[in-house]
């Protein structure tokens, strides 16, 4: 019998056909990875997935990796021996919240870290015994500002509590440091007459002669108050006259045309 040409060329062409195009015409498979990702060649596609993977990103993001990507360095990077109690990472603070999260390290600008380095060498050789507690140093602009409207006071007096953070605070250009002088051995502070963030006149630097002639303050606290206004002096810092831990690296006018706040 004769069979068509036709015919034959029919069933020739089924049996040669690969098995991905005969799978290609009935069940589904995985696109190849080149297939898919060809699907953000479109661009209004492209621009979802880019979406998706900001969101993703801004909801993994960390006040830790805002201050990493604002150029700041960890103090204890730049010096080891100084020991760090976050005190705005806590609740121990005077505002009774935690406004900090997880963050442990304490954040400044490098070249803040190496005036506080310099101050701690001379710290090293004038009470070898001794150390830094920092309390605080870069303090966001968001965190000032939660501070700010959270703080259960008149606005006429919050910026006794805390810098209005629309003016700023040099802790928003991580160029102020907060600290202490403690034990080297087991990180007890110093005493100082009064603790962190204490709102009064004991707290004063500028008033020192009179608490101590009101009793409120003793000679060996204030001499300890001295040891960290000589160190910090010698590292480039300046203090200021209503608290005894803040001290300044730069001004304002400075801070300003070197750095940018960081938000
Ligand atoms: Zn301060």
Avoid at 26 to 36: A, K
Avoid at 122 to 141: C, G, M, N, W
Avoid at 144 to 156: G, H, N, T
Wanted: charged share 25%; with cysteine; net charge negative.
């Amino acid at each position: 019998m004769r069979i068509p040409v036709w015919i034959l060329a029919f069933f020739l062409a089924v049996a040669c056909s690969s098995p991905s195009e005969k799978q290609a015409t009935g069940e589904p498979v995985p696109l190849p990875r080149s297939v898919s990702e060809s699907k953000t060649a479109d661009p209004a596609k492209a621009d979802s997935v880019q979406e998706e993977v900001q969101v993703a990103e801004q909801e993994t993001d960390t006040l830790e990796k805002r201050l990493l990507a604002a150029g700041l360095v960890d103090v204890q990077a730049i010096i080891p021996e100084v020991r760090v109690d976050l005190k705005y990472a806590s609740t121990d603070n005077f505002f009774g919240k935690n406004v900090y999260g997880s963050l442990t390290r304490c954040y400044m600008q490098p070249e803040v870290a190496e005036m506080l380095k310099m101050a701690y060498l001379e710290l090293s050789k004038t009470h070898p015994e001794l150390t830094f507690l920092v309390y605080d140093a870069v303090r966001p602009q968001s965190v000032q500002q939660i501070l700010w409207d959270e703080l259960d006071k008149p606005d006429s007096i919050k910026p006794l509590y805390v810098a209005d953070p629309k003016k700023g605070s040099l802790h928003n250009f991580g160029v102020a440091v907060d600290l202490t002088l403690a034990s080297k051995e087991n990180g007890e502070p110093l005493d100082m007459g009064t603790g962190y963030d204490y709102f009064g006149y004991p707290a004063y630097p500028d008033r020192e002669e009179q608490m101590l002639a009101e009793g409120k303050l003793r000679p060996e606290q204030v001499a300890n108050r001295q040891i960290l206004r000589d160190v910090m002096k010698k590292g480039g810092f300046t203090g200021i006259g209503s608290e005894w831990w803040h001290f300044n690296a730069f001004g304002r006018k400075v801070a300003r045309e070197k750095f940018d706040i960081v938000k």
